[in-house]
Structures are given as C-alpha cells and as structure tokens.
C-alpha cells in the first residue's frame, strides 16, 4: 500500500479505504472526498457495521496533540468531516464537524468499544471549525475550537489498545450522495497536553 505524506506530519500515511477523490494542496491542506452512503459507526442497536468511510491514518509514538481547522460542505444529514483514532473495525473514536438532522452543523463524538457510542456536542455556525486530538498516556482528549484558539473539552476517554491507535483524518456522507471535507492549518506536536480537561 502507498504511504502518503503530509508536511506537518512526522510519519507516514495510509488510505483504509481509499476515498473518491483526494488531494493535498501546496501548502499542506488536505481534501478528501467520500462517496454516497460512507460512514464508520457500530449501531448499538444491532444493525450492520458501517465501516467505508475512507480514512487517511497513520502511527505516532507516544502522546501526541494533531488539530486542523475542517471545513465541510454539509448537504445531508450526518456529513461530517472528522479528525479519527483506529486500531481495529471494533476499537475507534472519532471527532465529527458533522450536519445535524435538523440541518445544524455540530460538533460530534463515537467512542467505538465493540459497539459505537455516540454523543452530540454544541451547534457551529458555518461550516468550519477547528478540531483536536490529544493523547497523554492512557487517556485521550477531544477538544472543538471556533477560533482556533480557546479550546472548548469535548470528551475525555481511553481506548484500549492505546499503544496500537492510527491517527488521522476522515470524511462521510451516510445518508447522502458524497461529500468533500477539506483539513488545512493542520498541527501535530509530540508532547501532553498540560491538563486535558482545560484544554492547556
């Protein structure tokens, strides 16, 4: 399988699956472009795992914070461009700037242990937003920016295997006909953050 590379990533990236189109930009922005009816999600109340959403993920070492500012054209319901952790089809978490059912943009979480665990955050207006990832050790942290700046502590959280999560980015478009989520001002520091509740 092709690595991928990113100028502000320090390791190699991979496609599980690969989406319909993607792209990245000059400066490091990163686009992608998932086909009709693509999702990653375990419905707790037993219907068929969706698990096509195209992801672009990789390995880091050690604790780690990756963010990225999401833009997403969010025309049906749950598109959603999502900053994304995997080590397997039953052990996941994702961070989803995703349209609501009442055609909202919002912020959304699903930890994935066996079965999806979903939870809706706060409303944003437009369809951009900043979004991050940090682990410190066990625990993993999400956190949700409107301006890049103060970050607001969306779910705190450890999924096991933790020495064995991808890190990385994801676009979906469950009930629709496709959608194109574009990832820029991306970060990655490999250091804790001070305190994972504040968002420091």
Known sequence: MESITLPALPFPLRWEPAPERWHVAPGGALSITAGPRTDLFVDPQGA??????????????GDFQ??????????????????VLHAHDRAWAKLCL?????GEAMIVSVVTRGVSDDANGFTVDGGTVWLRVARNGPAIAFHASTDGAYWQLVRHFALDPAAALDVGFEAQSPTGDGCTAVFDAIAYRPESLADLRSGV
Do not use: I, Q
Not at 66 to 83: E, K, P
Not at 98 to 102: L, N, V
């Open 98 to 102: 995703e349209r609501s059912p009442r």
């Open 48 to 61: 068929e795992p969706a698990l096509n959403a195209p992801r672009l993920v990789g390995r880091p070492a």
């Open 66 to 83: 990756l963010s990225a500012r999401v833009t997403v054209d969010h025309v049906a319901t749950y598109d959603a461009g999502v900053l």
